[in-house]
T-cell receptor, first 111, second 115 residues
């Protein structure tokens, strides 16, 4: 059974600092997704990582994938308050959109 | 492009009742997946529809059923509602094959409260 673990589950940080969210998964998988969710809202697609060594960046967020280690990271650079949200990673084992999700990382960035 | 749309936005039902939720996928997408997200948790995959058939199913009871129409829109039906069915129900739209066959976009969700 595929399991996806995120850590930390909660992160409070100051603006301007850097931090990394980790996503570990238990079996070989084809695709890894990162989503953002604001309170009471739906899921916003951030990144889709399709191959080993894939790295994608958008603004202050950068995601990477190491399929051999079964690990993805979401790195936040010089955090700003607007990045406060819950971040989810999700794994698509067989490229069929049946995503298995982590529990989410609630990120609070203090001014 | 309106993106993925869902209706209704909010719904309150009583235990034992039945509910139908609706989803229209993003233009050009042919696959609809449904997820249940309980408060404070990650989404759980319910099922997926493609070419008007249920293609995959997660670990949900038969009380949860669905349908896909020729225009790719979809419905999620839940019978004999339980208090534990209270959640945010999310519809996700994607393209099963082709160059963009990895993108998945979510609708705004339907918040279901069972009392």
């Amino acid at each position: 059974e595929l399991k996806v673990e995120q850590n930390p589950l909660f992160l409070s940080m100051q603006e301007g600092k850097n931090y990394t969210i980790y996503c570990n998964y238990s079996t070989t998988s084809d695709r890894l997704y990162w989503y953002r969710q604001d309170p009471g809202k739906s899921l916003e697609s951030l990144f889709v990582l399709l191959s080993n060594g894939a790295v994608k960046q958008e603004g202050r967020l950068m995601a990477s994938l190491d399929t051999k280690a079964r690990l993805s990271t979401l790195h936040i650079t010089a955090a700003v308050h607007d990045l406060s949200a819950t971040y989810f990673c999700a794994v698509d084992r067989n490229s069929n959109y049946q995503l298995i999700w982590g529990a989410g990382t609630k990120l609070i960035i203090k001014p | 492009d309106a993106g993925v749309t869902q209706s209704p936005t909010h719904l309150i039902k009583t235990r034992g009742q039945q509910v139908t939720l609706r989803c229209s996928p993003k233009s050009g997408h042919d696959t609809v997946s449904w997820y249940q997200q309980a408060l404070g948790q990650g989404p759980q995959f319910i099922f997926q529809y493609y070419e008007e058939e249920e293609r995959q199913r997660g670990n949900f009871p038969d009380r949860f059923s669905g349908h896909q129409f020729p225009n790719y829109s979809s419905e999620l039906n839940v019978n004999a509602l339980l208090l534990g069915d209270s959640a945010l129900y999310l519809c996700a739209s994607s393209l099963l094959r082709g160059r963009k066959a990895y993108e998945q976009y979510f609708g705004p969700g339907t918040r279901l409260t069972v009392t």
